[in-house]
């Protein structure tokens, strides 16, 4: 009857957010210009991390969105939020 010290489990290996796949995805989202409310098609690179913040041109009105982006990694979707620069 020993103690058994050597058994050690891996659980802080598990707890690393599965972070790794998306590096080399990309999702095709839409977003609607806070200029003239058009719905604006734009590919997120989710390598730039799970939390983005850009500007890209309308591509109706081309003025600049301030493009919010969230990444929910299950199910994988972003979410874009665009303001006003
Ligand atoms: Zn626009």
Sequence with gaps: MGISTGVRKSSDIAG???I?????MEINCTFTC???FQLNETVVDLSGGIHQEYV???QV??????LIITVDEGPLRA???AETT
Aim: aromatic fraction near 8%.
């Design 79 to 81: 979410e874009i939020t």
């Design 34 to 36: 806070v200029y003239c």
């Design 16 to 18: 690393v957010p599965c």
């Design 61 to 66: 009105c081309c003025r600049p969105n301030l």
């Design 56 to 58: 890209e041109d309308c």
């Design 20 to 24: 790794r796949y998306l590096e080399c």
